[in-house]
Each structure stands twice: as C-alpha cells, then as structure tokens.
C-alpha cells in the first residue's frame, strides 16, 4: 500500500493556506507547480510553486505488537 499524504500549501501569490488530500508525494511536488490557488487563482509553475508547508502522513505505518505498549514506526 503507497504511503498517503495530506498536503498543507501555501500559495506563492497571496500566501494563504490550502490542503490537499490523500495524494502520494510525487503529486505534491506536481501540484504545487501546477494546481491553481483556490482563492486567488494564482497559477504556479515550475520557477515560482506554491509552497509545502508540511505534509501530514494519513496512513501511518505505525505497528504496536499485541501485549505490548511500545509503538514501532516501520517507515
Ligand atoms: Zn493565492
């Protein structure tokens, strides 16, 4: 199973936040210079993207063994 992200960005143009959810990191990096912003229509590219300002893991390869209260990150 691909590891999933929520992606906070920040627009290039007039800085406010937006979020996009359950993609892949690939499409991140590809959305921020191709996605227009929802709230100015600003429409980055390849010189001048959006920002990333932190990507959020949705489905987090965290295990905890039966019996056991320490978690394992099997990233
Ligand atoms: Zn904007």
Redo the contacts with the bound molecule.
Sequence with gaps: MPVVWTSHIS??????E?IINRVTVADANAAVAVM???????VPNSAQP?RVNYLQNVNLPYRRKSGCQVWHCSQ
Aim: hydrophobic letters at 20%.
């Design positions: 627009c290039f143009s007039c800085g406010k937006f227009p912003c929802p709230y100015c229509k600003a959006h």
